[in-house]
């Protein structure tokens, strides 16, 4: 058997540029398949990671994937503010422990801007139970602190003390910008691995700080008030995006929805985050079994080559059969010779797939992380992606008893002819 393996891998050889193609396809196939895997699998983990012990989020009524979206991770925006006497109304009902008022529509050099209070930095938690946690400074105390998110920091290069400017809209380029009112890093927040690292952080007076001067999304034509003469000032919130509800009993969840979803003095909505995630990922079941097929009919296709190169050099390794035949070879060691170079193909083809996937995941996921917030990490190989590559090469080497049938078949006599 020794013998029939070290003849398998100089026959790959002797054939190196047809197999390497065929190597590269099966990895490409490989590849594709475990990324779809990986990012379907990572994908929910970090979603489900991001917000832990909220018992409703509260926004103006629209759609629950909507509001969780623009809420929590930052995607998209809201069709419509909440009052903040209807937040304070809802805030202090009874069976309300506490809430945390998120207030969007501002961005940073492409980050997105969130108005807050101290109660996020008291309440908020991610991963189930993890707090957030300072990795230098503190929460913003002034009118114009502000509280980076991990990633922001590191990517823009900012210390506790440095000056930002927050601009008007949301891009890498806002509308227009508040540079008449700069603020000041207080503080920069631990690595979380949610959109909270793509986030900066400040109050909602700075909040409304920024917009004192401004009516409708632009600057009041001869109207200029100084950071001085703000913080002498009255910055109550007009209004907010969401909030976030924690409740003293989780029994009240359902009561609370209800209410809130009837509340008369404007239209709101009040949804569970898991379920709201649960829809989500109906929503995207679809696209994730489509794109499961396609990856499957990518790695059939990848496996059909490998059949086909066999299949294609059985016609011209006639007489090469022939000759192991005739020098003693049995028909069951032509039959593992070739099965042999199908596993051999299929073993390469799924170790170049796996180091494809790590490269691509090192060089994709980082921009994922900056234009989404989903941190996915790159994380050794699961068990389903270990089954995953085993049933790829075990399909190959059943793939490659084809043309191994058919190599056993050929007559000594037919290999010895002299064809013209």
Avoid: C
């Amino acid at each position: 058997m020794i013998r029939v393996f070290r003849l398998a891998l100089k026959s790959l050889a002797s054939r190196r540029v047809t197999v390497s193609l065929t190597v590269f396809a099966i990895a490409v196939s490989v590849s594709l398949l475990l990324g779809v895997e990986r990012l379907r699998t990572e994908a929910r983990a970090s979603f489900s990671n991001t917000v832990s012990g909220i018992d409703l989020i509260v926004g103006a009524r629209s759609g629950s994937v909507p509001l969780l979206l623009y809420s929590v991770f930052r995607i998209g925006n809201a069709t419509n503010n909440i009052s903040w006497r209807s937040y304070r109304d809802i805030a202090a009902h009874p069976d309300v422990a506490w809430t945390i008022p998120v207030s969007l529509g501002d961005s940073h050099r492409g980050f997105r801007v969130l108005g807050t209070n101290a109660d996020y930095f008291r309440h908020f938690r991610f991963a189930r139970t993890r707090a957030l946690a300072f990795a230098a400074g503190r929460p913003f105390d002034d009118v114009f602190d502000a509280v980076l998110g991990a990633h922001v920091a590191s990517k823009l290069g900012y210390r506790v003390g440095d000056s930002i400017v927050i601009d008007h809209g949301v891009g890498q380029i806002g509308f227009a910008s508040h540079a008449d009112k700069p603020f000041r890093v207080s503080g920069i927040l631990a690595r979380t691995g949610t959109p909270v690292d793509q986030t900066v952080h400040v109050s909602l007076a700075g909040i409304e700080a920024i917009h004192i001067d401004w009516r409708s999304g632009r600057p009041i034509p001869g109207l200029r008030i100084d950071a001085d003469r703000v913080r002498q000032m009255a910055l109550q919130p007009k209004a907010i995006t969401a909030f976030f509800v924690g409740l003293k009993s989780r029994f009240d969840t359902f009561g609370m929805q209800r209410r809130i979803n009837t509340y008369a003095d404007e239209p709101l909505l009040a949804i569970l985050p898991g379920v709201a995630l649960h829809e989500l990922w109906s929503l995207m079941g679809t696209a994730e079994s489509a794109l499961s097929v396609i990856t499957v009919f990518v790695v059939v296709a990848g496996l059909i080559g490998m059949v086909t190169m066999l299949m294609a050099s059985l016609n011209e390794r006639r007489r090469e059969m022939a000759i192991l035949r005739s020098v003693g070879a049995r028909p069951h060691h032509v039959f593992s010779l070739f099965v042999l170079e199908a596993g051999f193909v299929s073993v390469l083809g799924a170790v170049l797939g796996v180091a494809l996937l790590y490269a691509g995941m090192a060089t994709v996921l980082p921009a994922i992380e900056t234009r989404y917030g989903l941190f996915i990490a790159i994380n050794p190989l699961s068990v389903n992606e270990w089954i995953y590559i085993g049933a790829v090469v075990g399909a190959g080497i059943l793939a490659g008893m084809a043309p191994a049938i058919a190599a056993v078949r050929m007559a000594l006599a037919d290999g010895m002819v002299v064809r013209s």
